[in-house]
C-alpha cells in the first residue's frame, strides 16, 4: 500500500527523483529510507486522501457499471436504450469527479484556515533568557578562532534546552546561521554546515511555528495534486478506442 510524504530535499532513489515541496504517494520502503534520510516527512491530511480515494471508487463503480450495460444481453433488441444508460451513466460519472473536485478544494481552504487560527492563537513569544543567550553566543561566534568546536558547544547547549527555549532559538537560527557561514572556511565549511543543520533540525522538530508552516506548505503541495488522474486516463482511454 503506498502512503504520502512530503518532500523536504531533492533526493533520489532508484531512478525516481523526488522534488522538494511536493507530495509523493510512494511504497513503505521508499518512505523510510527518505524519512530516516531527512529528505521527507510524513503528512497526516486523511480528509483529503479520502477525496482522493472517492475518486478512485467512482471510477471504479463507473468501468463496472459500463460493462454490465456494454454486455448485457437484454440490451441485444434495445441498442438505443443501451446507448441512453451509457450516456447517463458518463454524466453521472462526471457530475460526481467534478463535486469532489470541488469538495477537494473547500476541504483544503477549510484546513488552512484551522491552521493559520492555530498559528495565530499560539503567537510566538521569545524567551528573553534565551534570545538573549543566543545574541551572546552568535555574537562570540564572529571573534571565534574555532568556529567547528565552539558551534559544536553550541549545539550541546541547545540540545539541553527546553522545547520552549528550542522555539527562541529556531527564533533566532537565521542570525547564527549567517554569522557562521561567515566565519566558515573551505577547509571546515562542510563541518560547519552539518552542525548547523543539526542544530535547525533539533530546534525545527519542536517548533510550533515550524509545524504549522509546514503543514500550511503542504496543504500547498496537496492543492497542486491532480486528483482525477484514473478520470482522465479512463476518459483517453475510451477514445482512442471509439466507445461511446
Same mark, same amino acid.
Given at each position: 500500500?503506498?502512503? =504520502?510524504?512530503?518532500?523536504?530535499?531533492?533526493? #533520489?532513489?532508484?531512478?525516481?527523483?523526488?522534488?522538494? +515541496?511536493?507530495?509523493?504517494?510512494?511504497?513503505?520502503? #521508499?518512505?523510510?529510507?527518505?524519512?530516516?534520510?531527512?529528505?521527507?516527512?510524513?503528512?497526516?491530511?486523511?480528509? !483529503?486522501?479520502?477525496?482522493?480515494?472517492?475518486?478512485?471508487?467512482?471510477?471504479?463503480?463507473? $468501468?463496472?457499471?459500463?460493462? !454490465?450495460?456494454? #454486455? *448485457?444481453?437484454?440490451?441485444?433488441?434495445? $441498442?438505443? @436504450?443501451?446507448?441512453?444508460? !451509457? &450516456?447517463? @451513466?458518463?454524466?453521472? @460519472?462526471?457530475? &460526481?469527479?467534478?463535486? @469532489?473536485? =470541488?469538495?477537494?478544494?473547500?476541504?483544503? $481552504?477549510?484546513? $488552512?484556515?484551522?491552521?493559520?487560527?492555530?498559528?495565530? &492563537?499560539?503567537?510566538?513569544?521569545?524567551?528573553?533568557?534565551?534570545? *538573549?543567550? %543566543?545574541?551572546?553566543?552568535?555574537? /562570540?561566534?564572529?571573534?571565534?578562532?574555532?568556529?567547528?568546536?565552539?558551534?559544536?558547544?553550541?549545539?550541546?547547549?541547545?540540545?539541553? %534546552?527546553?522545547?520552549?527555549?528550542? +522555539?527562541?532559538?529556531?527564533?533566532?537560527?537565521? /542570525?547564527?546561521?549567517?554569522?557562521?557561514?561567515?566565519?566558515?572556511?573551505?577547509?571546515?565549511? &562542510?563541518?560547519?554546515?552539518?552542525?548547523?543543520?543539526?542544530?535547525?533540525?533539533?530546534?525545527? =522538530?519542536?517548533? =510550533?511555528?515550524?509545524?504549522?508552516?509546514?503543514?500550511?506548505?503542504?496543504?500547498?503541495?496537496?492543492?497542486?495534486?491532480?486528483?482525477? #488522474?484514473?478520470?482522465?486516463?479512463?476518459?483517453?482511454?475510451?477514445? /482512442?478506442?471509439?466507445?461511446?
Amino acid at each position: 500500500m503506498l502512503e =504520502k510524504i512530503y518532500v523536504m530535499k531533492e533526493a #533520489t532513489v532508484g531512478e525516481q527523483v523526488y522534488r522538494p +515541496e511536493g507530495i509523493y504517494a510512494v511504497d513503505p520502503q #521508499t518512505k523510510e529510507t527518505l524519512i530516516n534520510g531527512g529528505f521527507a516527512v510524513e503528512v497526516n491530511f486523511p480528509s !483529503l486522501d479520502a477525496i482522493e480515494l472517492a475518486v478512485e471508487r467512482v471510477v471504479k463503480d463507473y $468501468e463496472k457499471n459500463y460493462k !454490465l450495460i456494454k #454486455t *448485457h444481453s437484454r440490451y441485444n433488441d434495445a $441498442e438505443s @436504450l443501451r446507448q441512453y444508460e !451509457l &450516456e447517463q @451513466l458518463d454524466a453521472k @460519472l462526471k457530475a &460526481e469527479v467534478e463535486q @469532489l473536485k =470541488k469538495d477537494y478544494e473547500l476541504e483544503i $481552504e477549510t484546513l $488552512e484556515k484551522e491552521i493559520a487560527k492555530k498559528a495565530i &492563537e499560539n503567537a510566538f513569544k521569545p524567551d528573553e533568557q534565551i534570545a *538573549h543567550f %543566543m545574541d551572546n553566543a552568535t555574537l /562570540q561566534l564572529q571573534y571565534s578562532g574555532d568556529i567547528v568546536t565552539d558551534l559544536r558547544l553550541l549545539a550541546v547547549k541547545i540540545n539541553a %534546552m527546553t522545547d520552549e527555549q528550542k +522555539e527562541t532559538v529556531f527564533y533566532k537560527f537565521g /542570525q547564527l546561521k549567517q554569522v557562521a557561514e561567515q566565519k566558515a572556511n573551505d577547509y571546515n565549511k &562542510e563541518q560547519v554546515r552539518d552542525i548547523l543543520n543539526d542544530i535547525f533540525e533539533n530546534v525545527r =522538530k519542536v517548533s =510550533k511555528m515550524a509545524r504549522y508552516d509546514l503543514q500550511l506548505k503542504q496543504l500547498m503541495a496537496y492543492r497542486m495534486r491532480t486528483i482525477d #488522474t484514473s478520470y482522465r486516463i479512463l476518459k483517453l482511454v475510451k477514445q /482512442q478506442k471509439g466507445d461511446n
